[in-house]
């Protein structure tokens, strides 16, 4: 039997830049030859035959100042075989240029061309303008506040995915929680906005003059902003003290260096789907009181109640704020949706009478917009990527997908009513989604 040498050959590092064909002689004289699709691993079949997924990455809307998709996650959606489409500056308030996703493998594009891809990646909705039926649209919707979206896509036959309404709980949904991870730098940002405005010093400090003590800050609400609220105020030296309707929150509390504020009569006040449930009218004000008697002498008060599909609830009224000591700061991370302080103006930067300074800016991520974006983007790619069927090399729809339709009757962590971040696709809502369709309807 003739032997044959063992050969060891250096591919191509992608599909792009391969040959038609590589051929091969060894010193049998046994000529061998193969195409790049022969090799190329299961794990690229769209690129392996040639396959392009479109996904189009629009510009955001006047004031929203992240992105998408960041370059960097440009090398793993080519690898899984979508082609990008940025429009014309989409990156540029987040300080990704557009010769940075171009250098990455994106194609800069019109905003038509963004809009017509078969899959779209954005944060604000878009509008249905421009989009084609059957689009996969990927965004954050906040579909009980905004059923008129819904209702476009419906009408357009849109599939729409809307990234808020991720089942937070899977295991596999983790990397996917565009709300953790925006809620995280939210509340890292609500901080450092406090510490700016208010006029004293944070950690404590002994100098020749004399010492200095350490700032008092309340932390209301102790969800993944509230914790990153804590450990940040922690880090920069403030006494910390924090509330939640949650019970079982005082040992994360603790964890991260905060004093939890027990109510009396507190339960475990959380739903099935892991947000805070709405509490009675009696109880929300046996909270008020005796969280806003623990602040009525802090420094910094950060707000983060926020119940989901909701308008935030007022955790701090116009009485409580008149006996906060002049010069705290109240800084209001739901201006957008209502706001939890009674005197909140959203957008604006505010001083009453008595000299509280109250912070009501929105979009607080935003005003970290290249990290971010950065998450984001780590966050939907992960997402998408999970979305191609290997053997097809497109992406797929799938009602037996947890994240898209929420987990199954039966298992832990099943929410009657609720469906995953699938809301509508073919012309109707999805029948999962049974509290959504109360609302839209």
């Known amino acids: 039997m003739q032997s044959i040498s063992t050969m060891v050959v250096k591919l191509p590092t992608s599909p792009e830049r391969a040959p038609p064909s590589v051929e091969f002689v060894e010193a049998s004289h046994l000529k061998t030859s193969f195409l790049w699709s022969d090799l ?8 392996s035959r040639g396959d392009v997924v479109k996904l189009g990455v629009p510009k955001e809307p006047e004031g929203e100042t992240r992105v998408g998709i960041v370059p960097s996650s440009l090398k793993k959606l080519n690898r899984a075989g979508f082609e990008v489409f ?16 171009e250098e990455a493998g994106a194609k ?36 009980f506040r905004h059923p008129e979206y819904v209702k476009a896509c419906i009408d357009k036959n849109i599939t729409l995915l809307s990234m808020d309404m991720i089942p937070r709980r899977l295991s596999r949904a983790q990397s996917m929680d565009v709300n953790s991870s925006q809620d995280n730098l939210a509340g ?25 003590r350490p700032a008092k800050v309340v932390i209301m609400g102790s969800g993944v902003a509230g914790l990153q609220a804590i450990a940040t105020a922690k880090r920069l030296g403030a006494v910390v003290y924090a ?10 509390i603790e964890s991260v260096g905060g004093r939890f504020i027990e109510v009396d009569g507190m339960d475990d006040f959380e739903d099935e789907s892991g947000y805070a449930k709405p509490l009675t009218p009696e109880f929300i004000q046996k909270v008020n009181d005796t969280v806003c008697g623990v602040a009525s002498d802090a420094d910094i008060i950060v707000t983060t109640a926020r119940i989901f599909g909701r308008p935030a609830p007022i955790t701090v009224p116009s009485s409580a704020v008149a006996n906060f000591k002049s010069g705290a700061v109240v800084v209001d991370m739901n201006a957008d949706v209502g706001g939890n302080c009674e005197d909140t103006v959203q957008g604006e930067v505010i001083t009453t009478e008595n000299g509280v300074i109250i912070v009501g800016t929105s979009n607080l991520p935003g005003t970290l917009a290249n990290t971010a974006s ?9 997402f998408f990527m999970s979305l191609v069927d290997k053997d097809s090399g497109s992406v797929v729809i799938s009602d037996d997908d947890d994240i898209l339709v929420g987990a199954p009757e ?29 609302v839209v309807q």
């Open 243 to 252: 509330s939640d309707v949650r019970k079982s929150a005082a040992e994360q």
């Open 40 to 47: 190329a691993p299961s794990s690229m079949a769209g690129c």
């Open 410 to 438: 039966g298992s832990d962590f099943y929410v009657s009513g609720m469906g995953g971040v699938l809301i509508c696709k073919d012309g109707s809502i999805h029948e999962k989604q049974t509290r959504l369709a109360g």
């Open 86 to 101: 940025i429009e014309a500056g989409a990156g540029i308030s987040a300080n990704y240029a557009d010769a940075d996703y």
């Open 108 to 143: 800069i594009v019109s905003r038509e061309e963004a809009l017509g891809c078969e899959n779209i990646v954005c944060i604000r909705f878009p509008g249905v303008d421009g989009i084609g039926a059957g689009t996969n649209l990927a965004c954050v919707s906040d579909p």
């Open 374 to 382: 950065m998450l984001y983007s780590n966050n939907l790619t992960t």
């Open 188 to 212: 890292y940002k609500a901080v450092l906005l406090g510490a700016a405005q208010v006029p004293k010093g944070i950690p404590m400090m002994t100098t020749s003059a004399g010492t200095i």
